[in-house]
């Protein structure tokens, strides 16, 4: 997922959950668009390799990584709280529970 445009990663997102995106409000929509983006961003400091990286350097990607899934936790339980969210049939919601919801969803593809 990390390796597409920001851009493209919305637009996906979209696609994938029209009803929700459909429902949101401006503030909503954001927050989902937010946590596509912090999911993508523990992707790939995930998939950032470490061997050979300066101690500095590898302390800075531990801390960028950190960040990030603090971002996506806390976007998540907002996501989950949103009228929209609450609102959209079933199915789509599973959908993005299964696709952006689990947490160990974003550790078990990345390999």
């Given at each position: 997922m990390f390796t597409n445009s920001s851009e493209e990663l919305r637009a996906s997102a979209r696609r994938d959950f029209p009803h929700y995106y459909?429902?949101?409000?401006?503030?909503?929509?954001?927050?989902?668009d937010g946590l596509v983006m912090a999911r993508a961003a523990i992707v790939a400091g995930v998939n950032?390799?470490?061997?050979?990286?300066?101690?500095?350097?590898?302390?800075?990607?531990?801390?960028?990584?950190?960040?990030?899934?603090q971002v996506f936790s806390q976007l998540r339980e907002a996501v989950r709280r949103t009228p929209a969210f609450e609102a959209i049939d079933p199915a789509e919601r599973q959908a993005i529970e299964r696709t952006l919801f689990d947490a160990e969803s974003l550790y078990s593809t990345l390999e």
């Open positions: 459909a429902m949101a409000d401006a503030v909503d929509a954001a927050m989902l950032t390799r470490r061997e050979g990286v300066a101690p500095a350097i590898r302390e800075q990607l531990e801390k960028v990584a950190d960040v990030a899934e």
